[in-house]
């Protein structure tokens, strides 16, 4: 039967991928563009030079961060669409710490940097996980309305509040802050290229993340609610508390995303900075099926698209929306995939099916 | 002085009413037969690329004036198209609605944000539809104005409340929409196919939702442009939880968000001292802010919403 | 629908089911007559309702024909089955709640149906026609959420007699009646026999033996007797249902007057719809004592269990436990105070469903310093205490690693069973503790609720069976409309008596 499982699973999973590539396929169609060419650039291109490879996973790093934190909330049976809106305003408070902080040293500031963006997306968060708690808001429908609020509240301010005098002077007017203190920088990894440090924390964030839900009773509060919130009330578990906390926790993880972009990438809080890795980190935490073991790959293979479809648009002139079209279509795979993979109805028809090639005698799997 | 600005306010705001109300009907009706469709934003942003393409093409040929027509057509038949997908994903293979929904939102905005740099690429205008004061009516003072001097599409948008009212609740399709929303069991047992109204009802819902979108482009701002729909589709699916799932309730969910828009703008016109940032955000903390204040009374609406029908599954 | 042939004769022949990992239908065949009651009996599980979906077109069977009248028909859809005459009443009733009676019936009756029209008016006027003949009263304008379950009842037969059902097939009709309601539907049941045939499922034998004319039972999925009712004993029958003499324990101890542990005053709760389902109710539980609790299901039971649990907000009055106020206290606090509690869905309340059985096993007490250090879980405790508990409950599972959600009805009852006991509860509350399992599961159930009684503890038993109730009993409460009409002790209780308290009737 266990090898009936690991070949079911593994056909589903293909044939979700191969339904993906056609409906890109079908797009890249459409405009003239070639979809073995396009796709053989995406899986290839960022291959060929260290700048290539390491911005695979610079790019990998703000989406282990959110996917890890998408993956906790979901978890914990609330749904959070978000992390975007909870990157920017990580972003803001870490701006802010770093820039009214400029005197203290980089053991210091860096980490309290670093909590404060965490302590923002928390915040962003926890609105929609009190008000689901609470009122009973669908929280898929209040996180997007906060992603659009946060977006404006971002750019209300670096062009105001937050905008870098120097911008003022020149006349210029680009909304972006000041620049960060050198203290509250992560070191570059390999030099000459943009890889840097928060690669090291998210991965070790991903052991934390796994110690959390499985190891602590915390985790088995959040699972537990997550998993049927009635059971979990009979047996005294306060589940809107442990909604709010997952809510907050998932925040946490996109506005620690946040200021690792800032800190580690921009240095300054820039305009487009998400560069839609809040959308993209819920993909990466469904292909990774929602567990830290597999959100790294799930992100190494997410980076590589992002960085692909970068170059596509230099290289075939196939426009960068393209990425969202193969997300999209992915996520209708991966969540249409999911029934068969754990539905047991579907999994004894396709065993009985199965059953018929076989030579007699060789014994139904049930 | 006011009178003015009360008249500016209103007769804005009936036209801007248009592309909500059409989305959120057709939402209504997913939701009435047991579907989330948060993919509702999506499938308004293709809509809108959709319907925008041939009027776009045939601007300067001799089929221009029929170039608006075409483009409403087309934007319905890939609402009905993407409703179709969505139906596959949710109804057939039986997918958790909500993330199906944002997957839904996000191949419609890539696909119509690809296909626009490919085939149109920058800011292009369009005729649009031109105003048809309904005679007599028209001249009736103040709310003459307001209510019936605008383009044809607002006025079949408002025919489609009493229209949904119908089909909803004196029709045996919308009997079926609303028994397969609330006990698809009950339904099932009568030989009813949960799923094939399922179907019905999302091809129906894409379709107005294409309608919403379309309208959005050719009609109100006469272009299109990446970020045109804005979390329309989603406000659409936070009106119908305000509306409790009644024609009436969204028509006043929408008539809402349209005001506030029309006075958000009017504000902006007066030279008020105002952030745009805040005045561009008004409307999402508005969705939030009915949400909380919406809730319970269940009773009336399809209390089997979101949850996927298997004859066979018992627990 | 035009009017079906006759039905003159149904065969069922070799019918066989398959869900995944049961056979709930194994080579099943039967037949029935014109005018002919069917009692299909068996325990629960035993496939009976399964069967009999396939018979109404909701199921497909995997193998094995239907004939009718010696004609082979197929069903697809319950359409199929309604245009042949075979009507059902789902033991679930398969009504919409927040539509009106007229609007459910018209639902089905697709000649009613226009384009963009629905003729409501016929439909009401076949209602009423239907209701006269059959001299079932009902108000074809109400909703249905605003019907009593006996109401409901009476809609879902109007329903299936409307779509011109020849056939009529009752699930467990009578399981939320009272017993004078129950004699009521099968004295009606008899009368329409002059026009219809029925298939009749239940496990209450008494029922069986007044109503039909034949019996079938059904075991695994498989027809182990097929004959003429009254050739056999309601005792015959039971063995013939679970393939053995069953011995259910019975409470054989002497009436023990201990100290009242868990007490209820004058507690008014809210029930879902708003209105109070608790209204000035009083009860004590003593220790070492098991108060029952019957009552047609419905009159305040559920709100009772979860009042007491901290599960339900109390409006006013109090709940005192072990002698302090606990009213109001949250569910985490009375669990801690020791406060078991069995509740009535199990696959939703019990346990967590996608939880392995191990941490189902700890659901209640994974924070105490047994199964955790600080925050941080003893996963190897956890692991020993299933195992210890597997072995001393008998739960079957492939592993105690398996899915909770996974096990059978039965066993997952006994996981529950065994978490709850394990704490060594002061009181217990039990809702519908054997609903739905095997005898020997039942069996084993009433032994260790017997055995925790002996240890002291004081359990509130709360059933619809009034069987189990008495054989488990000291004492017997009878629920009406949110309120305790009357409490006898064990010896006092007659069945009879019961069913008048059950009805409202106190005297």
Partial sequence: MNRFKLFYGGSIVVLAALAAALGAALVLTAIGASPAATFVTIFTGPFTDVFGLTEILVRAIPLILVALGIAIAFRSGIINIGAEGQMLIGILAATATALALPTWPKAALLPVVILAGAAGGALWAGIAGTLRARLGVNEILSTVMLNYIAAQLYTFFLRGPMIDPGELETGSGTPQSMRLPEAAFLDRLVPGTRLHMGLVLALVLCVCVWFFLWRTTWGFRLRAAGAEAKAARYAGIHVPGSLVAAMGLSGAFAGIAGAVEVSGVHHRAIENITSGYGFAGIVVALFGALHPAGIVPAAFFFGLLLVGSDMTQRSAGVPANMILVLMGVLILCIVSAKMYLNNPYAQERAARFLARFRKPGAGEPS | MTHDLVYNILSLGVPFSVALLLASLGEMFNQRAGVFNLGCEGIMCMGAFLGFLPAFFLKTGPLAPYGIVLGFAVAAAAGVAMGLLFALVTVTFRAEQGIAGIGLQMMGWGVAGTLFRHFVGGVTGVEGLASWPLPGLSRIPFLGGILFNHNPMVYIAFLMVPASWYLLFKTPWGLKVRAAGTEPRAADSMGINVNRVRYQALMLGGAMAGLGGAYLSLCQAKMFADDLVAGRGFIAVALVYFGRWSPLGVLGGALLFSLAQSLQLAIQVAGIKFPYEFAVMLPYVLVILVLSLARKARMRGPTHLGVPFNREMRY | MAKAQPIHELQLTGITKRFPGILACNNVSMRVARGEVLALVGENGAGKSTLMNILAGLYQPDAGTIAINGEEVRFHTPNDAYARGIGMVHQNFML????????????????????????????????????????????????????????????????????????????????????????????????????????????????????????????????????????????????????????????????????????????????????????????????????????????????????????????????????????????????????????????????????????????????????????????????????????????????????????????????????????????????????????????????????????????????????????????????????????????????????????????
Avoid at chain 3, 297 to 309: D, I, K, P, V, W
């Fill in chain 3, 96 to 507: 919409v709640p927040n539509m009106t009676v007229t609007e459910n019936v018209a639902l089905g009756l697709k000649q009613h149906h226009r384009f963009m029209n629905l003729d409501l008016k016929a439909t009401r006027a076949r209602i009423v026609e239907v209701s006269e003949h059959h001299e079932l009263p009902v108000n074809p304008d109400a909703y249905v959420w605003q019907l009593s379950v006996g109401e409901q009842q009476r809609v879902e037969l109007i329903k299936t007699l409307c779509f011109g059902a020849q056939l009529l097939i009752l699930d467990e009709p009578t399981s939320a009646l009272t017993p004078q309601e129950t004699d009521d539907l099968i004295d009606r049941l008899k009368r329409m026999t002059a026009e219809l045939s029925i298939i009749f499922i239940s496990h209450k034998l008494q029922e069986v033996k007044e109503l039909s004319h034949r019996v079938a039972i059904l075991r695994h999925g498989a027809v182990v007797f097929n004959g003429r009712t009254e050739d056999h004993t309601p005792a015959e029958l039971a063995a013939l249902m679970t393939g053995r003499e069953v011995h259910l324990p019975r409470n054989e101890g002497l009436l023990v007057e201990g100290p009242a542990i868990l007490e209820a005053r004058d507690l008014k709760v809210r029930g879902d719809r708003g209105h109070f389902a608790l209204d000035g109710l009083n009860l004590e539980v003593h220790a070492g004592e098991i108060l029952g609790l019957a009552g047609v299901s419905g009159n305040g039971q559920r709100e009772l269990a979860e009042a007491l649990t901290g599960l339900r907000p109390v409006e006013s009055g109090t709940v005192r436990f072990l002698h302090k106020d606990m009213t109001n206290k949250s569910p985490a606090a009375m669990i801690a105070a020791g406060l078991g509690y069995i509740p009535e869905d199990r696959h939703h309340e019990g346990i967590v469903p996608r939880f392995t059985v191990k941490e189902n096993l700890v659901l209640k007490d994974f924070p105490t310093p047994r199964f955790s250090w600080s925050v941080v879980l003893k996963l190897g405790e956890i692991a020993r205490n299933a195992e210890s508990l597997k072995a001393s409950f008998d739960i079957r599972c492939s592993s105690t690693s398996a899915a909770g959600g996974s096990l059978s009805g039965g066993n997952i009852q006994k996981v529950i069973l065994a978490r709850e006991l394990a704490r060594e509860p002061k009181a217990l509350i039990s809702v519908y503790p054997t609903r739905g399992v095997d005898m020997g599961a039942q069996e084993f159930i009433h032994s260790q609720l017997l055995a925790r009684r002996r240890a002291g503890g004081g359990i509130l038993l709360i059933s619809e069976e009034l069987e189990e109730i008495m054989n488990l009993s000291d004492r017997i409460a009878v629920i009406y409309k949110g309120r305790i009409l009357k409490v006898l002790t064990s010896l006092e209780a007659t069945r009879e008596k019961l069913g008048l308290l059950m009805a409202g009737v106190a005297e």
